[in-house]
């Protein structure tokens, strides 16, 4: 039975003027309550415990884990960014694996968080993360991450927000958080998908665009074939589908987030309808291209704090890896005197080099743990600098000055390191520093724990004396 | 909106009572034997005498374009405007409006204010400190012994002022042309999607211009020598003020891109409610104003040499970049261009018949941050260089217009702005001299 009721009030709601995250002005105060709503808004990426309290399966094989920190505290995080998640995958093995997951909560409800994962059945995480987390499961996070994010004001507000399967879930962030504020905006949403029961979140969507006369929201089907009774749109993504779901594209803030060709494809097309490209902010869920950084000086800042508390926490690594549940059988790091990491349990893997000044050791990292160091001093050398470092793997010495970034000097040199973000936010370039100092800008792609396990990210880091590096 | 006061300034006519009888009959004649379509005769570019009748009658009694909201955002911000012999400051108030003051102190008349802009509480007179409230009312007077001074009856003389869609107008008559609130409400809508109260100042040139003011202003109204422009080439089409039938081989191309680009934009215009038609009313009416939405080639967007906008920020409630440029032409001293990442304005200002200043000031969004959303090397490139090329010319006119052997010129076709502004000149002068 469907009742029809006659609207009559059908004039729009008056709004202020742009939009505002709530956390704005609080920021810029240190008076009274406003200070103490300090944790309402976004610092600094931490490393904390959540618990899983709801799983909510969505369509197109995702599914939406609600967590909420152990520690009770709110989540503070823009609308966009994401958290790195340690999965113990493997049970009992030393290493959790990590796996970054936008959240697709909004940060205006900070008390519990959301994360949406698409189950990949020949992944390696998802679909233990399908199988395994349910409401109990307490995970170690850190973050948040990722300069993929509304601006924390905007006066303009017009966005054109472009999702491709599961790329839509940093993308109901925004669309979530828009919603919940008031102010004046422009929202249109495209959002392609697989097949026409396959687009998450669509009934939210639909609910939102029905009541929020800000969200427009458009889905295609690519170029699977198209069902009877489908009324959305269909085929890829053309500049004819932008203009016709944005003729105004141009003087709009793009925000998309998608598989890598998708997003190669966006990029072409939004240029060719004359979206500046400094107007473009993209999340690469895959491939090698670097995220648009628009906030550099604020995520700067992030770092730094993650710094600091990086470097606190190693200071008293030992306090702080006994502080750690251990009930949750995720894993038992011991600290011992000599500053080894060992996991309990296991066979003890030390790495213990050879190298002069040495005095970190590390666990191995995957590899075959090495029977003897080989001799640098045999190693051909390479470049110029004030520095050396020794590629121990790769067998090279490498000079180098003290404002150069150590990948970008190993890359010239031949030395194959992986590298995706470049900007110290996906860990790919993850090695073990077996000597010497660094100095390091990351972007929470590293823990305080593989720190003080001594890797590092060379793709933010410089260094500040000779190295030896296990890569 | 200004409330003014009026100030008698001094009776009509009085200059012209002032002259010898033959002189005058020789001056009228100037005016009255005027030659439709041709430029005008050498003295109206170098005599003095015609200047001050300039000054009186067309400075003296039309609103003249003062300056933009984005020079005096905040109460006390001021900036002082130089023409001729006048000298105003242009100040906001506090309730928000403007107040247009005559820079003579009334005590021995110094000026008052002697910056070209600044911020100020009252007004005080360097010379004896006579001290003026913000609305021109002298409030302090050192007077020791004095019995008989009455404060009330010196405070700085006031003009009228006009604040419309974020342009600040002045008029130092005494009764102002009753005809410039119907121009205002003919550019109002074109103008207010730019919202300029959003506005800042990325950068203000003055340069002085060694012609009459008049070569400055016919220079502007016509695009007939846009080949000397190759910069401003890229951007505006240089077929402007052309028709069809009048395109030479050379620029038919461009002529048929130009045609493309109108239509788009024109869409594009109804799909926001941007009003774009042409409005021209250059001499047939007091305010005269010519005003439309135009496209720009390439991106469409601004000034620069791919078409592609120069600040990253939309103006006002703007929802597109390629809105091409809104042109507004208004007598008797200013032309300005309204795009959708940056305005730019143009005042000129007669220092003598030989002497304009041209003051163009580029806006942009007050929330774009220089280095980052534009550069303003690179946003005022075009006009700049626009500019050095047209005082070139003007100044080639003015040594024409010295030579015995100049003898005015018929108007081409494409230059009927320059005939429209000429006649509202020599039609103004005349009522005023009648
Ligand atoms: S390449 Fe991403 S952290 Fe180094
Ligand atoms: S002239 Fe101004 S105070 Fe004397
Ligand atoms: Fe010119």
Redesign the interface.
């Known amino acids: 039975m469907i009742e029809v009721l006659t609207e009559t009030g059908t004039q729009e709601p008056q709004r202020i003027r742009g939009l505002e995250m709530p956390w704005n002005r609080v920021m810029g105060s240190n008076e009274g309550a406003a200070r103490a709503a300090h944790a309402l808004g976004p610092w600094h990426p931490q490393e904390f415990m959540a618990e899983c309290v709801e799983t909510v399966p969505e369509a197109g094989g995702m599914m939406t884990f609600v967590f909420r920190r152990c520690d009770g505290a709110p989540l503070a995080f823009r609308a966009g960014q994401y958290v790195n998640v340690a999965f113990p995958v493997n049970g009992e093995e030393p290493e959790p694996v990590d796996r970054s997951y936008s959240l697709s909560s909004s940060p205006t409800e900070p008390w519990t968080f959301n994360i949406t994962v698409k189950c990949d059945p020949t992944g390696l995480v998802s679909p233990w993360v399908h199988a395994n987390v349910k409401p109990g499961t307490v995970l170690e996070m850190l973050g948040p991450v990722g300069a993929f994010h509304l601006p924390d004001a905007d006066?303009?507000a017009?966005y054109l927000l472009l999702a491709a399967g599961a790329g839509i879930t940093p993308i109901m962030s925004m669309v979530r958080t828009i919603h919940s504020l008031p102010g004046q905006a422009?929202v249109v949403v495209l959002y392609h998908g697989a097949a026409a029961g396959g687009f998450a979140f669509h009934k939210e969507l639909a609910y939102t665009a029905s009541v929020d006369s800000r969200v427009k929201v458009f889905y295609s089907l690519g170029d699977r074939s198209i069902p009877d009774g489908w009324e959305g749109l269909s085929g890829r993504l053309t500049a004819a589908m932008l203009e016709e779901v944005a003729?105004?594209a141009?003087?709009?803030q793009v925000y998309a987030c998608g598989p890598e060709g998708y997003l190669n494809t966006a990029t072409e097309l939004l240029k060719k309808v004359?979206v500046?490209d400094?107007?473009i902010y993209m999340e690469f869920f895959s491939g090698d291209r670097q995220t648009l950084l628009e906030y550099q000086a604020e995520v700067a800042l992030a770092a730094d704090f993650a710094e600091g508390i990086a470097e606190e926490i190693a200071e008293s690594a030992e306090d702080y890896y006994e502080s750690q549940p251990t009930a949750f059988g995720l894993y038992e790091p011991v600290y011992d005197a000599d500053g080894t990491l060992e996991a309990s349990g296991l066979p003890l893997e030390i790495v213990a080099p050879e190298a002069p000044g040495s005095d970190a050791s590390a666990e191995s990292a995957g590899g075959e743990p090495e029977a003897a160091s080989p001799d640098a001093s045999s190693f051909d050398t390479v470049g110029t600098g004030s520095l050396t470092m020794s590629f121990m793997r790769t067998g090279i010495n490498v000079r180098i000055e003290p404002s150069e970034r150590i990948l970008e000097v190993a890359h010239r040199a031949g030395v194959r390191i992986g590298a995706n973000c470049k900007e110290g936010m996906c860990g790919s370039c993850k090695v073990v520093k077996l000597s010497g100092e660094i100095e390091m800008n990351h972007q929470g792609g590293i823990r305080a724990r593989e720190i003080s396990a001594g890797k590092f990210l060379p793709c933010c880091s410089t260094a500040r004396t000779d190295m030896v590096i296990d890569a | 909106m200004t409330a003014s006061v009026n100030v008698p300034l001094n009776s009509r006519g009085k200059l012209a009572a002032t002259l010898p009888a033959e002189q005058l009959a020789e001056i009228t004649a100037l005016f009255e034997f005027r030659r439709t379509g041709h430029s005008l005769d050498a003295p109206f570019y170098t005599d003095s005498t015609i200047f001050k009748i300039d000054m009186e009658a067309i400075f003296g009694q039309h609103w003249i374009f003062a300056a933009s909201t984005a020079e005096l955002p905040e109460p006390g911000d001021y900036v002082t405007v130089d023409y001729g012999p006048y000298s105003l400051i242009v100040l906001r108030n506090d309730d928000g409006g403007v107040n247009i003051l005559h820079n003579v102190c009334r005590h021995r008349g110094a000026r008052v204010l002697t910056d070209a802009a600044g911020t100020t509480g009252n007004l005080v007179c360097g010379y004896h400190s006579w001290t003026y409230s913000p609305e021109g009312n002298l409030i302090h007077a050192s007077a020791p012994g004095e019995t008989k001074f009455d404060k009330g009856c010196f405070g700085l003389k006031r003009a009228h002022g006009r604040e419309v869609a974020g342009l600040i107008f002045a008029c130092i008559a005494d009764e102002p042309p009753a005809d410039f609130d119907e121009t205002a409400k003919i550019f109002e809508p074109y103008l207010a999607p730019h919202d300029l109260s959003k506005t800042k100042i990325a950068y203000q040139q003055n340069i002085i211009e060694e012609g009459n003011w008049k070569l400055v202003m016919e220079n502007n109204r016509e695009c007939y020598h846009c080949d000397g422009h190759p910069e401003l080439a890229c951007s505006l089409f240089p077929t402007w003020g052309l028709t069809e039938g009048l395109i030479p081989a050379h620029l038919q191309e461009v002529w048929d891109r130009n045609k493309e680009a109108q239509s788009t934009l024109e869409d594009?215009c109804r799909?926001?409610g941007l009003p774009y038609e042409v409005v021209e009313q250059l001499d047939t009416r007091i305010a005269g104003i010519r005003i439309s939405r135009e496209s720009l080639d390439g991106?469409g967007?601004s000034f620069s040499p791919d078409g592609?906008?120069l600040s990253?920020?939309?103006l006002g409630?703007?929802?597109?970049?390629?809105l091409g440029r809104c042109s507004m032409h208004l007598q008797p001293n200013s032309w300005f261009h309204f795009l959708?990442d940056h305005v730019v304005t143009f005042g000129v200002f007669p220092i003598n018949e030989h002497q304009t200043l041209v003051r163009t000031t580029w806006l942009v969004a007050d929330?774009a941050v220089e280095g980052i959303d534009y550069d303003p090397e690179k946003l005022t490139y075009t006009w700049k260089q626009t500019n050095l090329q047209d005082k070139a010319f003007v100044e080639l006119c003015q040594q024409g217009a010295g030579s015995p052997a100049y003898e005015p010129g018929p108007y081409m076709k494409s230059e009927y702005q320059v005939e429209a502004f000429i006649n509202w000149y020599v039609q103004r002068v005349q009522e005023h001299l009648a």
Not at chain 2, 317 to 322: P, S
């Open positions: 006066r303009r017009r422009d003729p105004d141009n003087g709009r004359g500046d400094t107007s | 594009r799909r926001y991106d967007e592609h906008r990253k920020k939309l409630d703007l929802r597109d970049f390629r959708g929330d």
